[in-house]
């Protein structure tokens, strides 16, 4: 019913930039929040960036200052743009929001598939 596609990952240098989308498809009603979290090999999944419906941002401290995410709602679409990148931001990329569909009336959290994102030093 809800499909959270994400793109844009790949192999970058220290220092380089990277921009990831993820488009939510399907029989959506209203989305409310849209998120990025990242999991590096041995870690547990962490919270990078937040946004909500009406615009409230939050970001790991760890990225503050360099990741900036955004979203059209128009599009049902959230972006992460990611400068300065380091080593240690090396992880899949995972997309979530929290919506509403059409066919369920309730609040869910989804996921997408995830990207990965390698920052070779």
């Known amino acids: 019913q809800v499909q959270l596609v994400e793109s844009g990952g790949g192999l970058v240098q220290a220092g380089g930039s990277l921009r990831l989308s993820c488009a939510a498809s399907g029989t959506i009603f209203s989305i409310n929040s849209m998120a990025w979290y990242r999991q590096a090999p041995g870690k547990k999944r962490e919270l990078v960036a937040a946004t909500t419906s009406g615009g409230t941002t939050n970001y790991a401290d760890s990225v503050k200052g360099r990741f900036t995410i955004s979203r059209d709602n128009a599009k049902n679409t959230v972006f992460l743009q990611m400068n300065s990148l380091k080593p240690d931001d090396t992880a899949v990329y995972y997309c979530?929001?929290?919506?509403?569909?059409?066919?369920?009336?309730?609040?869910?959290?989804?996921w997408g598939q995830g990207t990965q994102v390698t920052v070779s030093s």
């Open positions: 979530n929001a929290g919506l509403v569909t059409s066919t369920t009336w309730s609040l869910y959290n989804y």
